[in-house]
């Protein structure tokens, strides 16, 4: 799960995390009032939407008087913004965050996250804040610095100390670097956080380190046991087919293809993905049933997927083990008759009832093809969706 950013320093300040002072706003007059609050020479106005690049997307600007703060957050508020990670579509902006404005004399970059390679917890500082840290792996790769922490032993002072004198910090900054960063291992550890980064992490003009900018995601299997994190989700942000998915308990990802996936397992769904992809195809969605999946869950399934108007043709993709096969294939039949599902539709499936399954969609009428193996299955979805399109 994702948040905001203005949600994310909330929590940085609770740690004891160094953030600039602001406040939020959905209207431009209260970006004015809170510019006016702030009372600073310079406030910046950012946009609050989940997604990087927002500076260069015209999402970030500056403001040297609140009425200026009210202009600029008039001309963000209702954008539809587009950068790199928000996809061709955008991302609409409801709020800004008036935050003040800070003496910058250096941006770096700091982020926590889990090495899963190594089985240990991995800081991974650069000397080049404000990039995103993949294209400065590439490009400068003796400009990223990674130390690993065993989760046995925790954090301990000589890992800051490492990375501060690293980054070039002098030894009063060192000391705070300290402070800093066992802030946010703790807020990772005890937040169930999967990542926490801070891009840029600045030293101002007067030596102090503060998180100019700041990402969070929580792991979603530990929301149970984070009531307070659940309560900063954004629907507004999330697809809307993804929202969806939660509600009825399906693991639903969108992606950019042609050819829609119903499947029962996390591995059957990413391999199912994988010979799409191998066979020539382009996968439309992640789309898993789960092992309980019944006859309702089975047309449920069906409607998230065919909301996606790039769907040519689906893969029903069913291992039985907990759910039976006869169970979902008379879901099938049920979905595919009641919604009129007219694309082109491959389905395969294999343990438990599979027979008895296989004879239910034989009898059903129904204009689909059987396949026995996986490869088989993928060949024979790329062709139709192919077809479908007239490539």
């Known amino acids: 799960m994702n948040i905001h950013e203005y949600q994310a320093k909330a929590l940085l300040r609770a740690y004891g995390v160094g953030v600039p002072e602001g406040k939020l706003a959905t209207t431009p007059a209260e970006a004015e ?6 009372d600073c020479d310079v406030v910046v106005v950012k946009a609050q939407v989940h997604a990087g690049g927002r500076g260069k997307a015209g999402g970030i600007k500056l403001a040297r008087s609140a009425a200026e703060a009210k202009k600029v957050a008039s001309e ?12 061709p579509e955008g991302k609409i902006v409801h709020k800004v965050y008036v935050e003040a404005g800070s003496d910058i004399a250096r941006e770096l970059y700091l982020a926590i996250l889990l090495d899963r390679a190594a089985e240990k917890f991995a800081l991974i500082a650069s000397t080049e804040g404000g990039m995103e840290i993949e294209e400065v792996a590439e490009r400068a790769p003796e400009k990223v610095l990674t130390v690993h922490v065993d989760p046995a032993l925790g954090l301990q002072p000589f890992h800051a100390r490492r990375i501060g004198f690293w980054l070039g910090l002098d030894p009063a900054q060192v000391k705070k670097f300290e402070v800093f960063l066992s802030g946010l291992f703790r807020l990772y550890l005890e937040r169930d956080a999967s990542l926490v980064e801070i891009n840029p992490l600045v030293v101002t003009e007067q030596g102090e380190l503060l998180a100019l900018d700041a990402k969070l995601n929580f792991d979603d299997n530990a929301l149970y046991r984070q009531a307070e994190i659940r309560d900063l989700r954004d629907p507004e942000e999330e697809d809307p087919r993804e929202r969806e998915a939660k509600e009825i308990d399906l693991a639903y990802v969108g992606l950019e293809g042609d050819i829609g996936c119903m499947v029962n ?20 969605n992640f789309l898993d049933a789960g092992g309980g999946a019944d006859k309702e869950k089975v ?5 998230l997927i065919l909301r996606d108007p790039a769907v040519r043709a689906i893969l029903v993709n069913i291992f039985g083990g907990i759910v039976r096969c006869d169970l979902i294939a008379e879901g099938v039949v049920a979905a595919a008759s009641e919604l009129g599902v007219k694309v082109p539709l491959v389905v395969r499936l294999q343990g438990t009832n599979a027979r008895e399954g296989r ?18 299955a993928a060949e024979k979805i790329v062709t139709a969706a192919r077809a479908a399109t007239g490539s």
């Open 359 to 376: 004879e239910i969609l034989a009898k059903s009428g129904l204009n689909l093809t059987p396949a026995e193996t996986l490869a088989e």
């Open 76 to 87: 963000i508020l209702g954008m539809t913004l587009h950068s790199h990670q928000t996809g």
């Open 299 to 303: 047309k449920q399934a069906f409607k």
């Open 265 to 284: 397992g996390a591995g059957l769904a990413m391999a199912t993905l994988d010979m799409i992809q191998l066979s020539g195809g382009r996968p439309a």
């Open 33 to 38: 009032v809170a510019a006016r609050a702030l």
